[in-house]
């Protein structure tokens, strides 16, 4: 049963079927109910019309003999006196229900009542001698004319006569049309609901299998890239504006994501391996000169490499976290301190910090100043300036040299990793160029910006904004 209802078409066709299944039984109840009640509405003129056609000559005074409405032709008639006594009926009739009584023979007559009677007041309705009631009561049941027992609509009409006294007059209509019409109706909803279902059903397979059609070959194309790999494939469009054309269009994007992040991380790999293959093939070559000439050994230069393996390798492995999507914690980081521990030690570097609050990582945005530090000074004539302050929700750290600055053609290329100006392309004195794509990148997963311009000495100027804490 799983695997049978397992598709999309299968629960949609499923679906759509016991919906229109529960709208086809509530109608088809309400039609049922509503044709019953219109046809038992109709008896019920019917056998009223018959009662008041009988209590009108009852009125005028016709004796009971000679009734016109007690010939049976429409319906058993019944006519009750006082304490539901029998005063006449129709011809052949043998047996009743659903009235007062259930007698079929006239009772022996007697004198009609005096006013003085004490059930003169036990009638609902005051009428003159003469007078028919004005409302009707209804009952069903049932009565046998001539041998044939059928179902009846009855209604009971009184009038007051003038010598007779009050007297109610029962009429009936019969019910076999009316349940003939119902179980009509009734076997033509069980014979064609079953068909429509199936009309239902069919119609909605097919239609959800043409609407799914592009799905499928969504998902065949998105099968062919996994197993491809090939990541610069992309999944057919549909030339429509609905659900399945927004969802292969995410899935384009998604894709092309996908694969500028892998190209990414190509170039990074590839990039890493060539910064890396510099300072350990110096490095051995050093320790294999010293291991074959002890007296040649330059101490200074293997500490010099291995400290700028040792950065190189934390750089990456900064990166690397920062690729994964490691998230900053939420500790309260005081920036003009930050900068002035940056600052500190270093030659020529003046801060002008006021206190300014912001949430993030104390360690990762101490590694942006130093990185913005070490690159400010590393192009600065004489002097370097840090300033922090605010403006409007932002905080904003801003490090500025008296350099030559940077062309404004490379103010984005130099937030790109390995990346060095010609200006810097020494890799002992310009460095791997990772330190602002890291500054970058930290200054992103805190919800800020890092940009670079022109500063107001002329050099170079790297502004950090953060949103306040």
Do not use: C
């Amino acid at each position: 049963m799983r695997r049978l209802f397992g598709s999309v078409r299968a629960r949609a066709t499923l679906g759509a079927t016991l919906v229109v299944a529960v709208a086809l039984v509530a109608a088809g109840a309400a039609v049922l109910l509503s044709l019953k009640s219109n046809l038992m509405g109709e008896a019920g003129t019917r056998a009223e019309r018959s009662a008041r056609a009988v209590a009108a000559e009852l009125a005028a005074g016709t004796p009971y003999d000679k009734l016109s409405g007690l010939d049976g032709d429409d319906g058993p008639v019944q006519v009750l006196a006082e304490k539901e006594r029998v005063v006449a009926v129709s011809e052949d009739l043998e047996k009743i229900s659903g009235t007062d009584s259930d007698r079929v023979k006239p009772a022996p007559s007697v004198a009609p009542r005096g006013d003085d009677d004490d059930d003169s007041d036990d009638h609902e309705e005051s009428l003159e001698p003469g007078e028919i009631a004005g409302e009707s009561t209804f009952r069903n049941g049932s009565a046998t004319i001539d041998g044939d027992t059928e179902d009846y609509r009855f209604a009971a009409v009184e009038v007051e006569t003038q010598d007779r006294g009050r007297l109610k007059v029962y009429a009936g209509a019969a019910l076999a049309a009316e349940h003939g019409a119902v179980q009509s109706a009734t076997t033509v909803m069980l014979i064609g609901f079953p068909l429509l279902l199936g009309v239902v059903a069919g119609v909605t397979w097919l239609v959800t299998r043409r609407a799914l059609r592009p799905v499928e070959g969504i998902r065949s194309e998105m099968a062919a890239i996994t197993a491809s790999q090939d990541l610069a494939r992309r999944v057919p469009e549909p030339q429509t504006h609905d659900e399945v054309a927004r969802l292969a269009r995410t899935t384009n994007e998604t894709l092309a994501a996908l694969e500028t992040s892998v190209e990414r991380q190509r170039r990074f790999v590839a990039d890493a391996s060539h910064e890396l293959r510099s300072p350990i093939a110096s490095l051995r070559t050093q320790l294999e000169v010293a291991a074959a000439h002890p007296e040649l050994l330059d101490l200074n230069g293997a500490v010099e490499d291995t400290v700028r393996l040792q950065r190189l390798a934390a750089d990456l492995l900064l990166l690397a976290r920062l690729d994964a999507g490691e998230r900053p914690g939420g500790a309260q980081v005081d920036l003009a301190g930050l900068a002035r521990e940056a600052a500190e030690g270093r030659t020529g570097v003046t801060v002008d910090a006021q206190p300014v609050n912001v949430a993030g990582s104390r360690g990762q945005l101490g590694r942006v100043l130093a990185n913005l530090l070490d690159n400010a000074q590393r192009h600065a004539r004489s002097a370097v300036t840090v300033s922090v302050r605010t403006e409007g929700d932002l905080a904003v750290v801003g490090v500025a040299d008296d350099g030559d600055g940077v062309p404004e053609a490379d103010r984005e290329r130099i937030f790109e990793r390995f990346v060095r100006l010609d200006a810097a392309r020494s890799r002992d004195d310009g460095g791997a160029g990772l330190g602002l794509a890291i500054a970058r990148d930290v200054a992103v997963r805190h919800g800020g910006t890092l940009t670079a311009g022109r500063g107001p000495g002329g050099g170079a100027l790297f502004e950090l904004r953060l949103p306040l804490a």
